[in-house]
């Protein structure tokens, strides 16, 4: 007897979407703020770096971006 499988999206959209994912919280990881070693000192360096201000953003969009890929991909049904 044969299980007909009833899901919206294939193998490859998961996997499409997990690697999404990924970009995403690595996007995140690269965004989330170090704790300085005092507080009452504003390390201008630290909040305004290239790793925060630019590539942080840049790996979330390009997360979303396959997010949107994996949906509208048509599986090989």
Do not use: C, H, Q
């Not at 965004?31 to 790793?51: C, H, I, L, Q, R």
């Amino acid at each position: 007897m044969e299980t007909k499988n009833n899901t919206i999206f294939g193998k490859d959209n998961l996997r499409w979407m997990l690697i999404g994912l990924v970009v995403i919280t690595i996007g995140l990881v690269l965004m989330a703020g170090g704790k300085g070693e005092d507080p009452n000192v504003f390390a201008e360096n630290e909040v305004y770096s290239m790793k925060r201000i630019t590539m942080a953003p840049l790996m979330i969009v390009a997360g979303l971006l396959i997010e949107v890929y994996a949906i509208m991909r048509k599986s090989k049904k």
